[in-house]
């Protein structure tokens, strides 16, 4: 879908594309059969089958569709990310953010997203993760997220990997989400528990 009649230059062009990322919500598109499943193979991280699309064509959303940050609030930041992702979800597509990472904040990564070429899936989800688990200095959600710190305080205690994936399940089904001072306090007990080891 591209962008007919100057859909954004128009006053109810907000409106309106909320309304048709909605509709295509309401009615994806069938994923061709067997088209899945063709050439199928698991490789580490990462499953393949066959052809990879651009997210904007499995969704059929256009990227000039979707506004820049600086031409939006805050407000429609927030509709538009909320709206995107459940669009997303119904192709099994989950974006994983931090639990209290705002929602307007959430669009800039989604905008490059659906410039990225996945393989769309008929069930399950695939889990699209934004960290690249370096730590507090090349973090993308600095002040959102503790899983590098909390991954680096475990291994220095010696608890096993499994213990740690468990510790941040919970806390996902729990929505915790501690404020940043709870969050600095935990962190400094649990380094300071280390050191007196």
């Given at each position: 879908?591209?962008?007919?009649?100057?859909?954004?230059?128009?006053g109810?062009?907000?409106?309106?594309?909320v309304?048709?990322?909605?509709?295509?919500?309401?009615?994806?598109?069938?994923?061709?059969?067997?088209?899945?499943?063709?050439?199928?193979?698991?490789?580490?991280?990462?499953?393949?089958?066959?052809?990879?699309?651009?997210?904007?064509?499995?969704?059929?959303?256009?990227?000039?569709?979707?506004?820049?940050?600086?031409?939006?609030?805050?407000?429609?930041?927030?509709?538009?990310?909320?709206?995107?992702e459940?669009?997303?979800?119904?192709?099994?597509?989950?974006?994983?953010?931090?639990?209290?990472?705002?929602?307007?904040?959430?669009?800039?990564?989604?905008?490059?997203?659906?410039?990225?070429?996945?393989?769309?899936?008929?069930?399950?989800?695939?889990?699209?993760?934004?960290?690249?688990?370096?730590?507090?200095?090349?973090?993308?959600?600095?002040?959102?997220?503790?899983?590098?710190?909390?991954?680096e305080?475990?291994?220095?205690?010696?608890?096993?990997?499994?213990?740690?994936?468990?510790?941040?399940?919970?806390?996902?089904?729990?929505?915790?989400?501690?404020?940043?001072?709870?969050?600095?306090?935990?962190?400094?007990?649990?380094?300071?528990?280390?050191?007196?080891?």
């Open positions: 879908m591209t962008n007919p009649e100057g859909l954004l230059n128009r109810d062009g907000f409106e309106q594309l309304q048709t990322i909605r509709q295509r919500a309401e009615n994806p598109h069938p994923l061709e059969p067997g088209g899945e499943f063709a050439a199928w193979s698991y490789t580490g991280w990462q499953y393949l089958y066959g052809e990879k699309e651009p997210i904007s064509a499995i969704t059929g959303i256009d990227c000039e569709l979707l506004p820049a940050n600086d031409t939006l609030d805050k407000k429609q930041l927030a509709i538009l990310a909320n709206e995107l459940k669009l997303l979800r119904v192709y099994h597509f989950v974006l994983d953010f931090p639990v209290n990472f705002p929602p307007h904040l959430r669009y800039e990564f989604i905008i490059r997203f659906w410039r990225e070429e996945h393989l769309e899936f008929s069930s399950g989800d695939n889990h699209i993760d934004f960290c690249n688990y370096q730590g507090e200095t090349a973090c993308p959600f600095s002040g959102y997220c503790i899983v590098c710190t909390d991954v305080v475990y291994l220095r205690s010696g608890q096993r990997w499994d213990h740690i994936r468990k510790y941040e399940k919970a806390r996902l089904w729990a929505r915790y989400t501690p404020s940043r001072k709870k969050r600095d306090g935990l962190v400094t007990q649990l380094q300071a528990a280390l050191e007196a080891c």
